[in-house]
């Protein structure tokens, strides 16, 4: 089983509607979540971050974090056809768990394509 | 401020050939890395460096080399470059290993094919 499990999609939405991203996990000792958005032809840049449990806000973005479940969602409102591009959740036990330094266990990205 | 500058964009070898992927970033970052990126299986850690003259191997380090003798620079070297190298390599790099919250910049990546 990958450490990281993400639903490859492709997810295909019309603008304006409410999209829903999600990753589940297999190791407790994840704290510290991150959604990355990659363009076409492009490196995957920072979306989101999160440590631990709960929710972060940022514009239209949401992050939510659930430990209990092993389970994480990114949820774009109000979505835009500049929103389309491949999402990739990545999360890590962190430096003070011992782990490898830097080490960031990707999920194999879901491809979102808002259309007008 | 170009961040993380990978070259070449585009590369093809043939079977048993060798080749560097060069990396530099200016952002004077501590860190840095390559992944390598294939449909369906996600990013996957090649190489990684904590500083210079300091480097370990990630999750699929066979086939590769690396060095750190700078702070800008990271370059990855084939040393005899095979189909299973075919592949989109990303450099990265953060601010600092000991960070938690130091995200990573990731430049825009290095198509190579071999044949």
């Known amino acids: 089983q990958k450490e990281v499990e993400q639903d490859p999609g492709p997810l295909s939405v019309p603008e304006g509607a409410i999209v829903s991203l999600n990753c589940t996990y297999s190791n407790s000792a994840f704290q510290y979540f991150m959604w990355y958005r990659q363009y076409s032809r492009k490196g995957p840049e920072l979306l989101m971050y999160?440590?631990?449990?709960g929710n972060k806000e940022d514009g239209r973005f949401t992050a939510q974090v659930d430990k209990s479940s092993k389970y994480i969602s990114l949820f774009i409102r109000d979505s835009q056809p500049s929103d389309s591009a491949t999402y990739l959740c990545?999360?890590?036990?962190?430096?003070?768990?011992?782990?490898?330094?830097?080490?960031?266990?990707f999920g194999r990205g879901t491809q979102l394509t808002v259309w007008p | 401020n170009a961040g993380v500058t990978q070259t070449p964009k585009f590369q093809v070898l043939k079977t048993g050939q060798s080749m560097t992927l060069q990396c530099a970033q200016d952002?004077?970052?501590?860190?840095m890395s390559w992944y390598r990126q294939d449909p369906g299986m996600g990013l996957r850690l090649i190489h990684y460096s904590v500083g210079a003259g300091i480097t370990d191997q990630g999750e699929v380090p066979n086939g590769y080399n690396v060095s750190r003798s700078t702070t800008e620079d990271f370059p990855l070297r084939l040393l005899s470059a095979a189909p299973s190298q075919t592949s989109v390599y990303f450099c990265?790099?953060?601010?600092?290993?000991?960070?938690?919250?130091?995200?990573?910049?990731f430049g825009n990546g290095t198509r190579l094919t071999v044949t």
């Open positions: 990265a790099s953060s601010y600092s290993a000991r960070r938690n919250n130091s995200p990573l910049h």
């Open positions: 990545a999360m890590s036990a962190g430096f003070d768990r011992g782990s490898t330094l830097g080490r960031l266990y």
């Open positions: 999160t440590y631990s449990s």
């Open positions: 952002m004077n970052h501590e860190y």
